[in-house]
Nanobody, 123 residues
Framework: QVQLEESGGGLVQAGGSLRLSCAASGRTFSTLRMAWFRQAPGKEREFVAAITSSGSSPYYADSVKGRFTISRDNVKNMGYLQMNSLKPEDTAVYYC????????????????WGQGTQVTVSS
C-alpha cells in the first residue's frame, strides 16, 4: 500500500515556474513507477510525465517535453515535477500516481493516487 500527497501548486504568471512534490508513504514506493497526470475542468485526465522505479527512464507528454522534468528520490520517498515556462493551457489539477503496470500514459493503469494540487497559470 502506498499513500501519496501532492504539494507545491499555486498561481503563477505565464512563463513562470513551479515545483510540485509528491510525498509517498509505504515501503514499496521505491519499487514502483510513478507518474504525473493533470485534469482541467471539463477535460479528461491526461498524462504529463512518468518515471521508472529506479528513476532511469523518464517519459513526457509532447505538450510538456522540454519544459517539465520529472524526478524522484527513493531515499526520501519523494517524487517531483519541475515545471518551467508555464503556459495558461497548463492550468489544471495535477495528480501524482504510482504503482500498477502496463501503459505508463494511461491513468487507469495506476493503483495509487494523491488528492491533487491546483496549478493556475495566468496570462
Amino acid at each position: 500500500q502506498v499513500q501519496l500527497e501532492e504539494s507545491g501548486g499555486g498561481l503563477v504568471q505565464a512563463g513562470g515556474s513551479l515545483r510540485l512534490s509528491c510525498a509517498a508513504s509505504g515501503r514499496t514506493f521505491s519499487t514502483l513507477r510513478m507518474a504525473w497526470f493533470r485534469q482541467a475542468p471539463g477535460k479528461e485526465r491526461e498524462f504529463v510525465a512518468a518515471i521508472t522505479s529506479s528513476g532511469s527512464s523518464p517519459y513526457y507528454a509532447d505538450s510538456v517535453k522540454g519544459r517539465f522534468t520529472i524526478s524522484r528520490d527513493n531515499v526520501k520517498n519523494m517524487g517531483y515535477l519541475q515545471m518551467n515556462s508555464l503556459k495558461p493551457e497548463d492550468t489544471a489539477v495535477y495528480y501524482c500516481a504510482s504503482g500498477g503496470a502496463g501503459n505508463y500514459y494511461t491513468s487507469r493503469r495506476y493503483d495509487y493516487w494523491g488528492q491533487g494540487t491546483q496549478v493556475t497559470v495566468s496570462s
